[in-house]
């Protein structure tokens, strides 16, 4: 990261923060306050001070290079730590001696304007002002880096942060392999800059000559794709071996099975699972918080909620083929600067759909986003 700059920073608050109370009596409130403009018409205060306020100044404030704004701690009291989960208003947070705290979170933090759904996700880095025996405050989060987030009705909805690695996992059947799922995390990694790896779990259950076509796909492009079994042990060596040592993220729709790979790999996790329901061949929520998991043989795994809608987080329709990378090579050889690649005409990446140069349904999943379809 660059180098911050310390300095008193005016920041917005959320909207939401302080409430705004009408007052009963103008004159009386316009008398007692000479410094206060009341618009009698409308009975609103237009002079930005007090409760009415949306701003405050943050003293000795760090901002990034990305202009996010944090508040300075005092290192000598503080503890940095990870944050393992995020339960309603705690915190866990793991120290590097190994101790546990439940910590809340500073009001600062919280009031701040931010997109975010939530200040705190798992896999933050934290600063913490101790508070008791086993307790905390959360005073600053650190800049993060490998961030997987989703859009959660206008908001920015972190799954977790600072990961080396994204590990889609998928299955062959029960549920069935959702591609266009499959993409939009691609996409993601994509935009966040997390290195990808497609898991396709289950393949006992069907005929793998199925999967070459899907497999040879995304192969081509360059993202490692692993076929595996957590039922038959089939590819569960090479599955660990991408785990140890790293910090690593497992995620994918309910019940393809994330949490019982993370039982194969380290027993000592017991990690709860459930059967998929024959009648849907949907899963059930077994994992209900992203939560950064310490593993035996080194490195971190964050096992993140079953999630059966995906909607892509600070993507705009006009950078979308950018992300694809069968699409990105054609794009800048359209006739039109601002093509979208879906009406256009002529249109060097339809041109090269109609070739075979592009797989049919990789292009249908790109009009699916850019249409902003749900799954």
Known sequence: MGKKKQRKVRADLRKNRNVRTRSNDLTRDFASDEESVVDLASGQSVSGKGDLTRKRTVANAEIDEEGIISPAVDTLVCLDGRVLRVQGLV?????????????????????????????????????????????????????????????????????????????????????????????????TAERARIEPIICINKVDLVDRGDLQP????????????????????????????????????????????????????DPGLALRVQQVSAETEKGK??????????????????????????????????????????LRPYVSHCRYPDCTHTHEEPCAVKDAVAEGAIDVRRYESYLQIHAGDEI
């Open 285 to 326: 929520h077994t994992t209900t918080t992203s939560e950064l998991i310490p593993l035996s043989m080194g490195g971190f795994v964050i096992d993140t909620p079953g999630i059966r809608q995906f909607r892509l987080w600070d993507v705009v329709p006009e950078e979308l083929a950018g992300f694809f990378r069968d």
């Open 91 to 187: 915190s866990m947070v793991q120290f590097a001696d190994g101790t546990l705290r439940q910590c809340a979170t500073r009001r600062l933090l919280k009031t701040l304007s931010t997109d975010q759904r939530h200040v705190v996700a798992a896999g933050d880095r934290v600063w913490v002002r101790p508070s008791g025996a086993d307790e905390g405050i959360i005073e600053r989060v650190e800049p993060r880096t490998g961030v997987l987030s989703r859009n959660s009705r206008g908001r920015q909805h972190v799954l977790v942060t600072n990961v080396d690695q994204l590990l889609i996992v998928t299955s062959a059947a029960q549920p069935r392999l959702k591609p266009n799922l499959l993409d939009r995390y691609l996409v």
């Open 214 to 265: 899907l497999v040879g796909v995304y192969s081509q492009l360059g993202y490692r794709v692993l076929q595996i079994s957590a039922a038959e042990g089939w590819g569960i060596p090479e599955f660990r071996s991408l785990l140890r040592g790293r910090s690593s993220v497992l995620t994918g729709q309910s019940g393809v099975g994330k949490s019982s790979l993370l039982n194969i790999i």
